[in-house]
């Protein structure tokens, strides 16, 4: 018996091996819109997400949701995964969790927590999380940004406050007319439910309204530039205008300075990107989880003034953004001039079921430029 297992063996190794060799291997790649299972074959669940490049690895957080339209609402927290190569993610575990059992904290489970985003603060060294955050049962009506710190990049994060930006201060580019024209009456009677405005923002001098308790801060993004100095960007003023806010040192509160741009234009989902030295904006424009034609912009300088450019998607279905919401620009690490887009094809029925869409960006000049590719690899960057 003895003699027949090991004679067996001796065939059956050698085949297994010879077998598992010549199998090919499908070559690894992106397919938007598909599910994307981590390392225990679970889809990845980080929607709303931005990634943070640190000592070789990719470290992807975003939002985790739930089945069903219940997982529009913060219920677990904020997912973290991490990947050498960007195509297979290793579950990391809940990075920052909603607070149970309390509900009056700012965080409590059933809350609004969206687009987190994190950076690495080299001189305090420690990693700052922030994100959209909407108190529980508000509605989006609180407008607020929450920020939690980590040692580790993965996790748990602390939390440390949530603020409604630049309290008391005036933009840089603020006009003389909105810093002296004063609030008019009829503003204080306007109900703004989603953020809809129904007269060209500036003419309502929002500003001037929230100047005392802070501006409102939606839809988000954060971005670190050579210098070391962190910038918020955020939907503010009901949504209607963009605001890039420059972080203190310690990346933990607005040191000040920031600007208002595109007032009017309705801009949600903001990723800022850099590239050979002009700042570029991807954007959505204000339709809920339904899909819009995103916006692009640039600048020579990160506090403006910004300059709005085409639409940067081409070819069928660019009107919807191939179906998808901007959520961060990604800079690949150790290729020129790659950057690729990441979006969220949204399921608000099914809130789990939310795709990504990663798709590489090009440039035609300065114009940003999308098209649709049901699967690709980083070698298209080589090929360029
Ligand atoms: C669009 C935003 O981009 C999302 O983050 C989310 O806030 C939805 N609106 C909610 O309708």
């Known amino acids: 018996m003895r003699t027949i297992l090991k004679l067996a063996l001796l065939f059956a190794l050698p085949t297994a091996i010879l077998l598992s060799c010549s199998e090919p291997k499908e070559p690894k790649s992106f397919k938007p819109g598909q599910l994307w299972p981590d390392n225990n074959g679970k889809h990845i669940n ?4 931005g990634i943070l490049f640190h000592e070789g690895s990719y470290y992807w ?3 985790h949701k739930i089945e ?38 700012d965080i409590a489970k059933g809350c609004i927590l969206e687009r987190p985003k994190v950076i690495y603060n080299a001189k305090t060294k420690k ?4 994100f959209h955050l909407e108190w529980p049962g508000q509605g989006y009506a609180t407008a607020r940004s929450g920020v939690a710190t980590s040692d580790k990049v993965t996790g748990p994060y602390t939390f440390v406050k949530s603020v409604r930006p630049n309290k008391g201060q005036w933009p840089n580019n603020v006009s003389e007319k909105m810093k002296t024209g004063g609030v008019p009456e009829r503003v204080a009677s306007m109900k703004f439910t989603g953020g809809e405005v129904p007269e060209h923002p500036d003419s309502l001098n929002l500003l001037a309204r929230d100047f005392e308790v802070g501006q409102m801060a939606r839809d988000m993004n954060l971005f670190v530039d050579d210098d070391g100095k962190g910038y918020h960007i955020y939907s503010s003023e009901e949504n209607s205008t963009l605001h890039i806010s420059l972080l203190t040192d310690d990346f933990l509160d607005y040191e000040g300075a920031y600007v208002r741009e595109f007032p009017g234009r309705f801009m949600e989902a903001p990723a800022l990107f850099k590239r050979k030295g002009k700042y570029y904006l991807i954007a959505s424009g204000c339709t809920g ?16 003034p910004w300059r709005e450019l085409k639409n940067p998607c081409v070819g069928e279905g660019s009107d919807l953004t191939f179906k998808s919401q901007s959520t961060y620009v990604l800079p690949v690490n150790g290729k020129e001039d790659a950057f690729v887009y990441l979006g969220d094809r949204w399921t608000p029925e099914n809130a789990i079921d939310g795709r990504y869409i990663w798709l590489p960006l090009t440039f035609e000049g300065e114009q940003p430029v999308l098209k649709w590719a049901d699967s690709w690899d980083l070698n298209f960057f080589d090929k360029k």
């Open 61 to 63: 957080f975003g939002e």
């Open 46 to 49: 980080a929607h709303g997400g």
């Open 289 to 304: 989880w339904r899909p819009n034609a995103a916006r692009s912009a640039v600048a020579d300088n990160i506090l403006g």
């Open 68 to 105: 069903g339209e219940a997982g529009n609402l913060a219920q677990v927290g904020v997912h973290c995964y991490s990947s050498k190569n960007l195509y297979d993610w290793k579950d990391e575990g809940i990075a920052l969790p909603v607070v149970t059992g309390d509900p009056d904290h």
């Open 127 to 130: 990693f700052v999380m922030w």
